[in-house]
C-alpha cells in the first residue's frame, strides 16, 4: 500500500517521533539514576549536573537485590518446566485421543484463558493444603494459571504432527511414554519455546501473585522488591531509579539479542491461534 | 489406531493442578464470600449473602464496576485503534521498520509495575516531563494535575495502558499485513482506489482475524487491570480510578478476606460474562479434534 500524498521520509520520521515517546520514558530514568537526591527529584531530561554513581553502589548493596533476581529465576525456570510437561502431555492426548473427558478437560482449560482467578480464596486452599507461603504454592499457583495457554496453543500445533508417525511407532513396538519423549517432544520444540519465552515473561513481570500469596520477603521475586523498595526509598528517587535500571536492564539486553523470538513468541497465541 | 489406546493418565498432572490451584480456589471462593472471614478473627462465620447485601449498596462498587468497564472499552479501542496505526506505518517500507518495531513492542516485556512508578515521575505535576514539555509550548490548559485531579485520572491511567500495550496489537496486525497479497493492494491502486479506499475495501476485510483476536485480548485482558492502576493511583482520588482488582486489594489489605472474596466472584461473573462470546469466538476457530 504506497501512498502518494506522503513522501517515505516524512513517514520515517513520523514514526522516530513515535518510537521516541516509547524511548524518553526510559531514558527518562537513566539519566535521573546518575543524579543527586535533590535534581532526580526534578525528573529532568538534561544531563546530571555532576554524575553520581553512588545511586548504584547503593543498590548493589542491598541484599534483596540478589535475592529477588535468584528467586524470580528460579521460580520462572522452575515453572518454564512444569508448564512445557503437563501442558504437552495433556495437550498430546487431548488432540490424540479426545473423547467426552478429554473435550471437557479441554474446555476447562479454553474457559481458563478467560476469567480470572480467585486470589484470596488461593491463600485460604494454600493454608488448608499447609503449603501457604512456600515456593511450592507459587509453582503451582503460576502453573496452574499458565496451562491454559500452554495447552491451548500445543493442541493447536500437535495436530499438524501426522498421526501415521504414532502408528509407525507403535507398530515397531515402542510405547507411549517413548513415542511422547523421543518422537512427539522434538517434534514440538519450537511451540515449548514459545510456550517457555510466554511463561517467563509473565512470571518474571508478575507482581499479583507473589503480591497475595509470598509474605515471606527473602522469597519475594525482582518486582515485589521493586515494590518494596520504592516504598521505603522514595524520598531518593535517583536511588530508585538506579534500582529500576538494574531490574530492567538485564531483561532489555536479553531482549535486544532475542527480540525476534520473543516477538514472535508472545504474540505466537494470536497470530496462529 | 485406536484413539483409546492413547493413555489418559497423561493428562492427569495437567488436569490436578488445574483442578486443585485455579477451579478449586474459584468453588471455594463461592463458600468463603458467604462468611465474614477476616485476618482479625479465628473463626470463619457463615452470613449468607450479608457480604453482596453489603457490597450493592456501596456506591464504590458501584464505581469500580464502572470505570472498570470504562477501562476496558477505552483501552480496547485506543489499543486497537493505535496499533493498527502503528502497523500501517510500520508497513510502508520504512529503513528502520525492524528497529522501530522493536521499540514500539518494548514496553511489553517490562513489568507494569515498573512502567506505573515511571509514570508517575512523567506525571508529576511540577516536574514531570508531560507538564513541562505543554509547559514550553505554552499550552497552559494542557498543564494538569494528571493524576491527582478527578477529571483527568482514568484517561491518564488508560493513556498509560495504551503506551503499553500498543505496540502489542501492532505486531499482530503486522502479521496480519504480511499475508496480504501486494498485487491485490495495487490492481486495486490501478483502478483509481485511494489509500482510504484501499484500506476498507481491501485491507480491512482481510485483516478480520487479526481484528478479532486483538479485540478480544484487549477486553480480556484490560478487565483484570491491577498494577498501572495500584501504582499510578491506588484507586484514587476519592474512588475516581477505583478498578476490580484495587478494590479486591484495598479490602484484602484491610483483613476483611470474605467481604474482598465476595468482589472477587462479582468479576468473576462480568469477566465471565464478557467472556462467553470470547470462548465461542475460539471454538468456531477450531478445526476438529
New interface residues.
Partial sequence: ???R?YS?LL??L???C??L??????F??FI?SFKDIRES?????SLPSNWVFSNYEEVFNQDNLLRGFKNSFMLSALVVV?VN???S??A????????K???G??L??????????????????MDLLHIKGSYLSII??Y???L??FA?FLL??FI?SVP?EL??AA?LEGCG?FRL?FKIILPLISTVLVTVSIVVI?SV?????GPF?LVTDSTKWTI?LQ??NF?TLYSTN?GV?FAF?IV??TP??VI??FL?RY??DG??AG??K? | ?E??????Y??F???I??L???????V??IY?SFTD?NINADAIKFIGLENYKELFNEPRLKQAFINTLIFAAAVTLLQNAVGLA?A?????????RN????????????????IG???R??Y?PE???VN?FFGLLGIDFMVQDWLNDPRFALFTVIMTDI?RVA??SM??YL??LQFIPKDL?ESA?IDGAG?WT??KHV?FPLLAP?FT??VL?AM?GS??V??IVMVLTEGGPGYTTEVF?TY?RNT?SSGE?GY??AI??L??VL??LV?IP??LA??K???E?
Fill in positions: 500500500m504506497r501512498s500524498k517515505p513517514l520515517e513520523l514514526a522516530i513515535l518510537a515517546l516509547i524511548l524518553i520514558p526510559f527518562m530514568i535521573n527529584a526534578l525528573f529532568g531530561l512444569s510437561l503437563f501442558a502431555m495433556a498430546f492426548v487431548i488432540q490424540r485421543r479426545g473423547g473427558f478429554l473435550q478437560v479441554y476447562a482449560f479454553i474457559m481458563g484463558l478467560i476469567v480470572p482467578v480467585s486470589i484470596v480464596p488461593t491463600i485460604r486452599l503451582m499457583y502453573t496452574a494459571v496451562l491454559p495447552v493442541v493447536g495436530k498421526r504414532d502408528e507403535i507411549y511422547y515473561v518474571w513481570n508478575d507482581f499479583f497475595y518486582v521493586v515494590f520504592v528517587w530508585v529500576m531490574v530492567i531483561v532489555l531482549y535486544l527480540q520473543i516477538i508472545l504474540t494470536s497470530v491461534g | 489406531m484413539r483409546s489406546k492413547y493413555p489418559l497423561f493428562s498432572p495437567a488436569v493442578v488445574f486443585l490451584f485455579f477451579i478449586a480456589p474459584t471455594i471462593g468463603y472471614w502503528l500501517l506505518l510500520l508497513n510502508e517500507k520504512l529503513k528502520l528497529l522501530l518495531r522493536m521499540i514500539f513492542f518494548m514496553p511489553y516485556v517490562i513489568a507494569p509495575l515498573v512508578y515511571i509514570f515521575a512523567i508529576h516536574h514531570g516531563i513541562q503506551w505496540g502489542f505486531v499482530v502479521a496480519g493492494t491502486s489509500y484501499r484500506f485491507v487479526a483476536v486483538n485480548l480480556i478487565m483484570k491491577f498494577e482488582y479486591i484484602f478476606m474482598a472474596t472477587n466472584m468479576l468473576f469477566v465471565t467472556g470470547v470462548l475460539m471454538k476457530r477450531e478445526v479434534m
